[in-house]
């Protein structure tokens, strides 16, 4: 049984999910209101209230844990396909933020680092690992693993948005026969775009972009309020 987890920027929801005999049943769902500005753009800026709207998500849900997969999706994930020299899974993890260091926008003791490998890649001079980097502000994934804690939630993973995205409503393939296959999840602030093929991350971006721009445009352009523009 997991739970995951999705802090948004108009609300918070949950899912709790069993798997049995490799198929996914789904247990409890629920999605609890946040106020304008507890969340900006992806990115917790008021802890408080989003612990005060995840109390009221699993008292009213009712979800049997509090142990929760957190989905993070904002301005602040890097996502690029890269090529590293090849080694050994463990080495590289250890030495990653050396061999990405001139490639991530942010300074690099300020990153959470993760990378998903995707083929191997030889020629006569060179052997290397072509991948997805992914790379986070440590400070905005600790935000959000704070507010969990402040409720009571304990995060044990945090898994990027459009993965998740991904692994949900992407066509299973396996093959890869159908071709490539564009994913797009569309939220209130971020909207997350994955690529993908035979379930294969090819592509990742996220867009600061949503709902609430056409229900802003919608009150600009035809003067009314903002309650009947959504």
Same mark, same amino acid.
């Given at each position: 049984?997991?739970?995951?987890?999705?802090?948004?920027?108009?609300?918070?929801?949950?899912?709790?999910?069993?798997?049995?005999?490799?198929?996914?049943?789904?247990?409890?769902?629920?999605?609890?209101?946040?106020?304008?500005?507890?969340?900006?753009?992806?990115? $917790?800026?008021?802890? %408080?209230?989003?612990?005060?709207?995840?109390?009221? =998500?699993? #008292? &009213?849900? *009712? @979800?049997?844990?509090? !142990?929760?997969?957190?989905?993070?999706?904002?301005?602040?994930?890097? $996502?690029?396909?890269? %090529?590293?020299?090849?080694?050994?899974?463990?080495? =590289?993890? #250890? &030495?990653? *933020? @050396?061999?990405?260091? !001139?490639?991530?926008?942010?300074?690099?003791?300020?990153?959470?680092?993760?990378?998903?490998?995707?083929?191997?890649?030889?020629?006569?001079?060179?052997?290397?690992?072509?991948?997805?980097?992914?790379?986070?502000?440590?400070?905005?994934?600790?935000?959000?693993?704070?507010?969990?804690?402040?409720?009571?939630?304990?995060?044990?993973?945090?898994?990027?948005?459009?993965?998740?995205?991904?692994?949900?409503?992407?066509?299973?393939?396996?093959?890869?026969?159908?071709?490539?296959?564009?994913?797009?999840?569309?939220?209130?602030?971020?909207?997350?775009?994955?690529?993908?093929?035979?379930?294969?991350?090819?592509?990742?971006?996220?867009?600061?972009?949503?709902?609430?721009?056409?229900?802003?445009?919608?009150?600009?352009?035809?003067?009314?309020?903002?309650?009947?523009?959504?």
């Amino acid at each position: 049984t997991a739970i995951g987890l999705d802090i948004g920027t108009s609300s918070v929801r949950a899912a709790q999910v069993t798997v049995s005999k490799g198929t996914a049943v789904l247990d409890r769902f629920g999605q609890v209101g946040l106020p304008p500005g507890a969340v900006r753009d992806g990115e $917790v800026a008021d802890p %408080d209230a989003v612990a005060d709207a995840l109390k009221q =998500l699993w #008292a &009213s849900a *009712k @979800f049997t844990k509090k !142990d929760v997969v957190l989905g993070i999706s904002n301005q602040k994930v890097f $996502v690029r396909l890269v %090529d590293v020299p090849w080694m050994p899974s463990g080495e =590289l993890k #250890a &030495s990653l *933020k @050396f061999q990405v260091a !001139d490639l991530v926008p942010m300074p690099i003791e300020e990153a959470v680092l993760d990378f998903v490998p995707l083929d191997e890649i030889v020629t006569d001079s060179a052997r290397n690992l072509r991948g997805l980097l992914v790379a986070a502000s440590q400070d905005m994934v600790l935000g959000a693993i704070r507010a969990c804690q402040k409720a009571g939630l304990k995060v044990t993973t945090a898994d990027l948005t459009p993965f998740a995205v991904l692994r949900s409503a992407g066509t299973s393939d396996p093959l890869g026969l159908s071709g490539p296959e564009a994913v797009v999840d569309v939220g209130a602030r971020v909207t997350n775009i994955v690529v993908h093929e035979g379930g294969v991350p090819k592509f990742v971006r996220i867009l600061l972009l949503g709902g609430d721009d056409i229900t802003g445009a919608i009150v600009e352009r035809l003067g009314m309020p903002v309650g009947e523009a959504e």
